[in-house]
């Protein structure tokens, strides 16, 4: 896994906690909604990259 997609994926689960609990103090459940579908994208793109090191592993 990339530095670049590490930071992405951090970057994405972690704006994503903090406009769902921006959703929450504000009672807003489509802010809630979003942060939580931008921590999904983190935790995919993290996934994915996980399953691409495995993949190169393989190959070595």
Known sequence: ???ED???AAKDKIAG???ELIGKATDD???VAEGKAKQVKGDV???AEKVKDAAKDLRD
């Open 1 to 3: 896994m990339g530095i």
């Open 6 to 8: 590490k930071l992405s």
């Open 17 to 19: 906690k903090a406009e």
């Open 45 to 47: 793109t993290q996934a």
């Open 29 to 31: 459940d489509e802010k």
